[in-house]
């Protein structure tokens, strides 16, 4: 996972209310075995619209999306936060998440902050001709005129995000730890250490 600690650009002035995972990503790309490619089906319904802001390459390769109330609702698939990176999008701005949608989009290393209406509004306007910018240390989100939003975020998450630490990174970072107990333990129990060795034998 890569470490997020700015991420600047323009912004997808998105802004839709209640974007459920099948709108994000529909299901009949998820008979996939690979996340690559999942980018151009990200949002495929509203892509055949020409004039779609995905499309237009004012906004190509924007790595930030600002959305409505309630993005990511619908199903859990995660392969909807697969589909965003795959996309370039590594933060989405909105004023409330689904649950189960900020929870695999912080595994999969974007970015999810929460502002208030007011300044989500202002944010889509802002973003239709200047860049944002997004600071997890500080937990900031400015613009080139001056607007600065605070944003909160969980402690661990921060710390995950700001280290690009997955589940699998944070068990490895505690290696030393680990290391010591199974040495403990085959000290101790050896008994478990001897069925371990048979069962792998």
């Known amino acids: 996972m890569q470490p997020i600690s700015h991420v600047t650009g323009r912004a997808i002035p998105f802004g839709r209310k209640n974007v459920d995972t099948d709108v994000i990503i529909p299901a009949h790309w998820l008979k996939t075995i690979t996340r690559e490619g999942l980018g151009r089906g990200a949002f495929e319904a509203i892509r055949k619209d020409p004039a779609n802001v995905f499309d237009d390459p004012e906004f190509s390769g924007a790595p930030i999306l600002i959305a409505g109330d309630n993005f990511g609702c619908g199903s859990s698939r995660e392969h909807a936060a697969w589909a965003l990176l795959d996309l370039g999008v590594t933060c989405v701005i909105a004023p409330s998440f689904s649950d189960i949608f900020s929870g695999n989009a912080f595994k999969n290393g974007i970015l999810t902050v929460v502002l208030p209406q007011e300044a989500v509004d202002r944010l889509l306007e802002v973003a239709r001709t200047e860049t944002i910018d997004i600071d997890l240390e500080t937990q900031t989100v ?17 710390h995950c995000l700001l280290n690009g630490l997955d589940e699998v990174g944070l068990t490895l970072a505690q290696d030393t730890v680990i290391g010591g107990y199974e040495a403990r333990a085959g000290r101790e129990l050896p008994f478990l250490a001897g069925a371990v060795t048979a069962a792998t034998a």
């Open 142 to 158: 400015t613009t080139p005129f001056q607007d600065r939003f605070t944003f909160e975020i969980d402690p661990f998450r921060k």
